[in-house]
């Protein structure tokens, strides 16, 4: 008998899922931030690569590039952390893609957007970051129209056009 995932999946790979998720669990409490990040995304590779239709293991990894590319960003590798932001971003583009009503799917295609600017502002690339950011603002602003009263996704929003007026504001003093 197949044991169910956390997904609700009981294909027969499912107990071997978790026992992987649960050893990554443990192994995280003997190692630093940057390690356990590092395994949990290659944890998450083999999960995913176990059933690539899966879109909830899709998008846990898209999750885990991001956590790898945050600690990148913070060690000041920015080329390093861009791709794995990138990575993600390719991810969760394909996920999103397959629900396009998914909200959350969406949304997380504007948290992704939002990390490649904050590289890309990093890294003195104002016009880029600009555009990313712009790409959020219209996924959200989509997201708005769908549900109008969504409190996380007013928030979204405010937070995006403050950035993106803030880097108009240094592009137009440069």
């Known amino acids: 008998m197949s044991q169910r995932s956390p997904y609700g999946d ?19 409490a003997y190692v630093s931030f940057h390690q356990l990040q590092t395994c949990r995304c290659i944890g998450s590779r083999a999960i995913a690569a176990t059933d690539s239709s899966n879109t909830q293991w899709q998008r846990d990894l898209s999750v885990s590039y991001d956590d790898v590319g945050d600690v990148l960003v913070a060690q000041g590798k ?36 939002s990390k490649l600017a904050s ?20 996924i959200i602003v989509a997201l708005l129209a769908i549900v109008p009263g969504h409190a996380q996704w007013k928030k979204d929003l405010a937070w995006v056009e403050q950035q993106i007026a803030r880097l108009q504001g240094q592009a137009r003093a440069q």
């Not at 294909?11 to 192994?27: D, E, N």
């Not at 861009?82 to 295609?109: C, M, S």
């Not at 590289?119 to 219209?138: F, H, P, S």
């Open 119 to 138: 590289v890309y502002e990093r890294q003195g690339r104002i016009a880029d970051a600009l555009v990313e950011l712009t790409k959020g603002q219209d």
């Open 78 to 113: 920015l080329d390093e952390a861009l791709k794995a932001y990138r990575d993600g971003f390719a991810i969760r583009e394909h996920v999103a893609a397959a629900d396009p009503n998914n909200t959350q799917w969406q949304r997380d295609l504007a948290v992704s957007h």
């Open 10 to 28: 009981s294909s027969p790979g499912a107990g071997a899922v978790h026992h992987i998720k649960t050893r990554i669990r443990l192994f995280g």
